[in-house]
Antibody, heavy 120, light 108 residues
Framework: QLVQSGAEVKKPGASVKVACKASGYSFRTFGISWVRQAPGQGLEWMGWISIYNGNTNYAQNFQGRVTMTTDTSTSTAYMEVRSLRSDDTAVYYC???????????????WGQGTTVTVSS | EIVLTQSPGTLSLSPGERATLSCRASQSISSSYLAWYQHKPGQSPRLLIYGASSRATGVPDRFSGSGSGTDFTLTISRLEPEDFAVYYCQQYGSSPWTFGQGTKVEVK
């Protein structure tokens, strides 16, 4: 399973770092994707990191503002978003994903979601 | 960027009826890297179908996926009460990986 860190309230311009702790499977043999859902909106893919080989792939909307990292010693993935704006208010999900882009398996295990509220 | 357009936006059906959801891509999706997810309010999304037609572990066989190239379909053969939700298609063959805007399946 994937267990995410708790809700956050941040001011515009601040940064937030969301944690996603994995258990019950071999963390190193998969990847992690991050997906968010703003209030009343659909799902938005933010990016992917392969714990298998360290590769990353970020959506262009987030390049330069989002960093995805992992700590294999604690089986935890992190996503940091900088320069937060009010439209970053959303529920952020981590999801277990394929280890490389040659695999076809989708995002089959999801965290419970972390609500990030950006407000002055 | 590949844009996915789902139709209809909302599908109003009764339990026991058949649901057919469409996902059309703005360009061909390589090697059928297309997935379907179910999302209920207050819950995390759930993977239903990957590789366009492979059911994920534990997904009932009333859910089926088909299609290739630019046109894909999710079919729910007989709607159960727990199937009323929003469904998203997602392509992961070309970066950036993108979701469709969703189809809401609601009780008629």
């Amino acid at each position: 399973q994937l267990v995410q860190s708790g809700a956050e309230v941040k001011k515009p311009g601040a940064s937030v770092k969301v944690a996603c702790k994995a258990s019950g499977y071999s963390f190193r043999t998969f990847g992690i994707s991050w997906v968010r859902q703003a209030p009343g909106q659909g799902l938005e893919w933010m990016g992917w990191i392969s714990i298998y080989n360290g590769n990353t792939n970020y959506a262009q909307n987030f390049q330069g503002r989002v960093t995805m990292t992992t700590d294999t010693s604690t089986s935890t993935a992190y996503m940091e978003v900088r320069s937060l704006r009010s439209d970053d208010t959303a529920v952020y999900y981590c999801a277990r994903d394929r280890p490389t882009t040659s695999y076809k398996n989708g995002m089959d295990v999801w965290g419970q979601g972390t609500t990030v509220t950006v407000s002055s | 960027e590949i844009v996915l357009t789902q139709s209809p936006g909302t599908l109003s059906l009764s339990p026991g009826e058949r649901a057919t959801l469409s996902c059309r891509a703005s360009q061909s999706i390589s090697s059928s890297y297309l997935a379907w997810y179910q999302h209920k309010p207050g819950q995390s999304p759930r993977l239903l179908i990957y590789g366009a037609s492979s059911r994920a572990t534990g997904v009932p066989d009333r859910f089926s996926g088909s299609g290739s190239g630019t046109d894909f379909t999710l079919t729910i053969s007989r709607l159960e009460p727990e199937d009323f939700a929003v469904y998203y298609c997602q392509q992961y063959g070309s970066s950036p990986w993108t979701f469709g805007q969703g189809t809401k399946v609601e009780v008629k």
